[in-house]
T-cell receptor, first 112, second 113 residues
Framework: AQSVSQHNHHVILSEAASLELGCNYS??????LFWYVQYPGQHLQLLLK??????LVKGIKGFEAEFIKSKFSFNLRKPSVQWSDTAEYFC??????????FGKGTTLSVSS | DAGVIQSPRHEVTEMGQEVTLRCKPI?????LFWYRQTMMRGLELLIY????????DSGMPEDRFSAKMPNASFSTLKIQPSEPRDSAVYFC???????????FGPGTRLTVL
């Protein structure tokens, strides 16, 4: 069965610091990869997704992620975080015809 | 589009009572998903439907949980009888196909006393 691992449970950064959140998945076949964000008290929203093509994917709000197939990874990055990026971030994976499997999430706290 | 609509947004009930959560997917979407979110277990897929047919219900924790999708625009998740350990936020999501981006509703925060 597929599984998704997010390495960091809680990340604390100051504004303007760079961010990288790790995500690894277990499935060896063709997968689709997603990062979702959940702001406090809100529902999940899509940040970015990878289906095929350029492994460097750009999403909303300055976020990007790089798919490295050999490492089964899809890490999320942002060069300079803002206080408003405080949220919980979820990596998710699916293969064709299946539902998304989510990681446990990483809580990001950004201090101003 | 109004997005995925869930009701109620908050539900407080007593142990043993029946709870029904409702979801209206985005019009035109043919896949619907129910998730449960808790601090301990994160986001868990409970069940999903494709074209109103349940495809995978292996995430449904036990027989007290049941889900239906009588038509393309409505789904329910029922817990009978409810227990305190069912307290969680229940999210509904829909998508226009598999694979595809899933759009999430605002969730129902369930508290079972």
């Amino acid at each position: 069965a597929q599984s998704v691992s997010q390495h960091n449970h809680h990340v604390i950064l100051s504004e303007a610091a760079s961010l990288e959140l790790g995500c690894n998945y277990s499935y060896g076949g063709t997968v689709n990869l997603f990062w979702y964000v959940q702001y406090p008290g809100q529902h999940l929203q899509l940040l970015l997704k990878y289906f095929s093509g350029d492994p460097l994917v750009k999403g909303i709000k300055g976020f990007e992620a790089e798919f490295i197939k050999s490492k089964f990874s899809f890490n999320l990055r942002k060069p300079s975080v803002q206080w408003s990026d405080t949220a919980e971030y979820f990596c998710a994976v699916n293969e064709a015809g299946t539902a998304l499997i989510f990681g446990k999430g990483t809580t990001l706290s950004v201090s101003s | 589009d109004a997005g995925v609509i869930q009701s109620p947004r908050h539900e407080v009930t007593e142990m043993g009572q029946e709870v029904t959560l409702r979801c209206k997917p985005i019009s035109g979407h043919n896949s619907l998903f129910w998730y449960r979110q808790t601090m301990m277990r994160g986001l868990e897929l409970l069940i999903y439907f494709n074209n109103n047919v349940p495809i995978d219900d292996s995430g449904m924790p036990e027989d007290r949980f049941s889900a239906k999708m009588p038509n393309a625009s409505f789904s329910t998740l029922k817990i009978q009888p409810s227990e305190p350990r069912d307290s969680a936020v229940y999210f509904c999501a829909s998508s226009s196909g598999l694979p595809g981006e899933q759009f999430f509703g605002p969730g129902t925060r369930l508290t079972v006393l």
